[in-house]
């Protein structure tokens, strides 16, 4: 699906990294930071995501605290615990 994404080249970078998370697969904040090859940019990841203007599209609630705690999510926490728990319930009734 094209998007067109208004943000800065390090929002662009950390949102255009969440299509490599998988669903029902989480990866931390600094993984995520890891990957764009910004292994110190954690909080700033986190801020980048925060700024997500098509997070269920680019899913940012796939990202979570090193320690697996879930971090913000600017649709909501309890929002965030939905869209895991849902897609974890698709992941079983796939693997059938």
């Known amino acids: 699906m094209p998007l067109d994404l208004v943000g800065t080249s ?5 949102w ?3 299509d490599q998370v998988q669903f029902a697969a989480t990866r931390s ?8 090859g910004r292994p ?3 909080r700033a990841v986190g801020a980048a995501n925060s700024k997500n203007p098509v997070s269920i599209i680019l899913p940012c609630h796939r990202i979570i605290a090193s320690g697996g705690s879930l971090g913000g999510f600017s649709g909501g926490i309890e929002n965030k615990v939905w869209l895991l728990k849902h897609e974890q319930a698709v ?3 796939r693997m059938g």
């Open 91 to 93: 992941a079983v009734l």
């Open 16 to 18: 255009k990294s969440l």
């Open 29 to 36: 904040y600094a993984e995520q930071a890891s990957s764009i």
């Open 10 to 14: 390090f929002q662009m970078q950390v």
């Open 40 to 42: 110190s940019a954690s």
